[in-house]
């Protein structure tokens, strides 16, 4: 019997650390860990959430924005844990962002009392996404409006900068630069992060302060939302009318979305009215991982297109789609059911997939022609009723 107080170990250590329900309790991490929960249900001695609180368990924090982007340092890879039972409305693209770069966002809970974000007011309404190697995990995410747009936004900046002593200077802004967000560009160090803005417009042309010891003449730079992260979430309509198009839209510039993941979230969409589909793609992007989500959709509209991706012409290289469920009955014989693409130079693997297109689909779940590997995709082929599916596309 080890004495209270001291360290213990399972044989040979946790190599991994530890996580239950997918919060890490033993783990080396380099930040601070904050705790975030307006829940009405108190423990004794709990305060009730307040910005104006430490952010510790038994005195939380009450916003997403505030513990995000306030309290958490960007870059240092800080935890924010948000309790059971915490609530926050999503009514404009302002109320809460995930800018501070690293930070990680978990929530506790299961089923209907994991942290709730319900979206209402506007189709706009949406949390931006302007920090890279973001996480959230754990989350109920609620559409309560008319076709919101996208639940999740990501949201890029492009400049001319110069960094000298910690401070950079930016002109020919196009977009917003956020504070938190990460700074790429020739000459500029890894993991250069923006902490304050000094002077000028407020995330336009002026001075910043950022980590680190960059120094960089007069060269291209840019804020992007790269390695997001959005595991073990879930996305919920509230009616045929009241729902999400979209969980996740990319940013506008090529590869500002590089690395993105979705993986074990559920979006069982009740549209019948407007075409949605998990993610908008606006530019192509590196290494895009997504793998063991579940999406249904009642649709049968012939223009209504894909569940899960609608890339355009945009290419996706390095990209891998593992072990999904994914359904949509469409009725065309051209629109994919699964991803749409035009775009020929794909390169990645699609694997042990299982995509549903009755009841009377052909069996179209995504276009010819991207170069992809495809291993053992099985999809409804006739759209014939009770009918199991095939491999998909054919064996040649």
Request: proline content about 5%; glycine content about 10%; aromatic content about 8%.
């Amino acid at each position: 019997m080890n004495p209270i107080g001291s360290i213990t170990n399972f044989p040979q250590g946790f190599a991994n650390g530890i996580s239950i329900r997918g919060m890490p309790l033993l783990q080396t991490q380099p930040g601070a860990i904050y705790y975030l929960n307006n829940s009405p249900n108190l423990l004794p001695q709990q305060r009730a959430g307040s910005d104006s609180n430490r952010g510790t368990f038994l005195d939380p924090f009450a916003t997403l924005n505030y513990a995000v982007n306030t309290a958490c340092t960007p870059g240092r890879g800080d935890i924010v844990i948000v309790g059971a039972g915490h609530q926050e409305t999503i009514s404009s693209a302002t109320i809460a962002a995930l800018n501070a770069s690293g930070v990680a966002v978990i929530g506790l809970g299961a089923g209907n009392t994991r942290p709730t974000f319900t979206y209402t007011t506007a189709t706009t309404a949406n949390i931006p996404v302007a920090g890279a190697n973001m996480s959230i995990q754990n989350l109920l995410f609620i559409g309560d409006f008319l076709s919101v747009a996208s639940a999740l936004t990501g949201v890029s900046s492009s400049f001319t900068g110069v960094i000298a002593s910690n401070v950079l200077t930016a002109s020919v802004v196009t977009g917003t630069i956020y504070v938190g967000a990460t700074i790429t560009g020739t000459g500029v160090n890894p993991n250069t992060v923006i902490t304050a803005q000094l002077t000028g417009t407020t995330g336009g042309a002026g001075t910043y302060s950022v980590t680190g010891t960059t120094t960089a003449s007069s060269v291209s730079m840019a804020t992007n939302p790269t390695d997001f992260a959005i595991d073990n979430c879930e996305f919920r309509d509230t009616s045929s009318i009241l729902g999400f198009l979209s969980i996740y839209t990319s940013s506008s510039t090529t590869n500002g979305w590089d690395r993105f993941s979705l993986t074990r979230s559920v979006w069982n969409s009740l549209s019948t009215v407007s075409p949605t589909v998990a993610i908008t793609v606006n530019v192509g992007a590196d290494g895009v991982y997504i793998a063991d989500n579940v999406m249904n959709s009642p649709i049968t509209a012939v223009t209504q297109g894909p569940i899960l991706m609608a890339a355009g012409a945009n290419n996706l290289t390095n990209f891998t789609l593992l072990r999904n469920r994914l359904q949509r009955p469409n009725t065309s014989s051209s629109i994919p059911c699964a991803i749409s693409c035009s775009g020929t130079a794909w390169s990645g693997l699609a694997a042990d997939n299982y995509i549903g297109a009755v009841p009377s689909g052909t069996g179209v779940w995504i276009n010819t022609g991207t170069k992809l590997s495809f291993i053992n995709n099985y999809s409804q082929i006739t759209g014939a009723a009770d009918k199991s599916a095939l491999i998909n596309p054919s064996a040649v």
